[in-house]
């Protein structure tokens, strides 16, 4: 018996009891590789668009629904916290009612928010209907510095009163009525433009939002809140004009595809031996991600809404920096550099986003890959012969470069940790397995 004592989760059981399996307890994947992988992989709904969105849905009492949900753990946790505070959300076949008629208490507590950074998501909504909001420090992903003072700012200018002192680990906000404001965000933020957005919908007047993010789940998120009533001008822009309105009503949204389980299952498409087709991406969402995998050798085509790989011999080591849309996305650099272990010659990432996202790197050392990192930057020598090992998937984005990594070595890879995996990517296992990998879900 190998490590632990374990139990096979069977490959059919229900994404309800595997969740609920993954909320208690801790568990392993098995990969047996190198395996060839051929076939076809339909991508899911966008996790990071999903989650603004079912926070969106509760500035209205009316029935909101969204299609194309994609039935992962940090959605569960999401509607975990809406039904905290008093709404109805069901999740059936990716598809999710929600209904908040009446508020039941205006509290996220610590123990939704330590898993998911996204319950930071209902501050923004909360305090705009509500006028009052109590919201748990956010968690997630240990990547690095994710300060959320830009919300805090954009906020307290709306004339939100915000105590982050007062009780430990949680932001307290209250507002009679949120004014329209003129605000630059200082940097970059995806959730903190999309909480600002948010707010601003029911403010009295006028906000002009300038240097905001442009990633397509902000377009998206932007274009869900106009079908509830919204006024919203500049969409898709780094500056959103909007008039603020008394209340919204409920609508019905279909939510854009995941770019980054679509890069990442391209990504894979790039190894040798493997033939995959992705079915239901989005290119113009990727398309730093598609020249950059043109560059070292791979040319992908889209027809009918299937993207599929050509590729010869991989190219000499390349460089790449993670940048905010339409840059290099950080949520592809794990996986990426993945890809780079199998490219003759030295490549490097310059991670520009976060200032942690570097622990992949340590396990992917352990299958045999030769990585080096310095400050903000890895350096990937390769190309490297990778086997089977004991890993420890730390962060959800380091978990799918794992998971390639394992179809790649020889031998047996066990990922620890690999609730992280469930967190973002739908059924990843079941979707591999159908196309030719040997991947088994274990309960310790």
């Not at 139990?7 to 060839?36: D, H, K, Q």
Request: hydrophobic share 40%.
């Amino acid at each position: 018996m190998d490590f632990f004592t374990w139990f096979i989760i069977p490959l059919e059981m229900s994404r309800e009891n595997l969740y609920n399996v993954a909320s208690m307890i801790n568990y392993r994947l098995v990969i047996n590789g190198p395996t060839a992988l051929e076939g076809e992989v339909s991508v899911s709904g966008a996790k990071n668009a999903s989650l603004p969105e079912l926070a969106a849905s509760i500035l209205t009492g009316e029935k909101c629904v969204l299609e194309r949900v994609p039935e992962i753990e940090d959605i569960k946790t999401m509607l975990t916290a809406i039904r905290d505070i008093g709404g109805s959300a069901d999740l059936d076949s990716n598809r999710v009612e929600i209904k908040m008629d009446r508020l039941v208490s205006p509290i996220v507590k610590r123990e939704i928010s330590e898993t998911s950074r996204s319950s930071i998501l209902i501050l923004g909504p909360l305090i705009a209907r509500n006028g009052y909001a109590k919201v748990a420090m956010p968690g997630g992903c240990d990547i690095g510095d994710r300060n959320i003072n830009y919300h805090i700012e954009g906020l307290r200018r709306m004339g939100v009163n915000i105590d982050t002192e007062q009780e430990k680990g949680y932001i307290i906000a209250e507002s009679k009525r949120l004014k329209g404001i003129d605000f630059v965000f200082p940097g970059k933020t995806v959730t903190g433009t999309e909480n600002i957005l948010m707010a601003s919908v029911l403010a009295e007047g006028e906000t002009i939002l300038k240097n905001c993010a442009v990633e397509p789940e902000v377009t998206d998120l932007a274009e869900y809140l106009v079908s509830m009533g919204a006024e919203i001008d500049g969409i898709g822009t780094d500056m959103l004009v909007i008039k603020g309105k008394s209340s919204l009503h409920g609508a019905s949204h279909s939510v854009i595809p995941d770019r980054i389980e679509a890069g990442t299952y391209l990504i894979a498409a790039c190894f040798k031996g493997n033939n995959i087709k992705i079915k239901g991406g989005n290119p113009g969402h990727i398309k730093s991600v598609l020249d950059i995998l043109g560059n070292i050798g791979c040319r992908i085509t889209s027809d009918n809404g299937i993207m599929s790989v050509s590729k010869g011999e991989l190219k000499n080591g390349i460089h790449v920096e993670t940048e905010p849309f339409p840059g290099f996305p950080t949520d592809l650099q794990a996986q990426l550099t993945t890809l780079m272990t199998q490219i003759e010659g030295i490549s490097s990432i310059r991670e520009n986003i976060f200032n942690n996202r570097f622990k992949h790197a340590i396990e992917l050392n352990k299958l045999g890959a030769d990585i080096e990192i310095s400050e903000n930057k890895s350096i990937i020598k390769g190309r490297t012969h990778l086997t089977g090992a004991y890993v420890r998937a730390t962060d959800l984005r380091a978990s799918a470069s794992l998971v390639l990594a394992g179809l790649l070595a020889e031998g047996k890879t066990v990922i620890d940790n690999s609730y992280q995996l469930f967190r973002g990517y739908e059924d990843m296992h079941i979707k591999l397995n159908k196309i030719g990998a040997d991947i088994k879900v274990i309960e310790v």
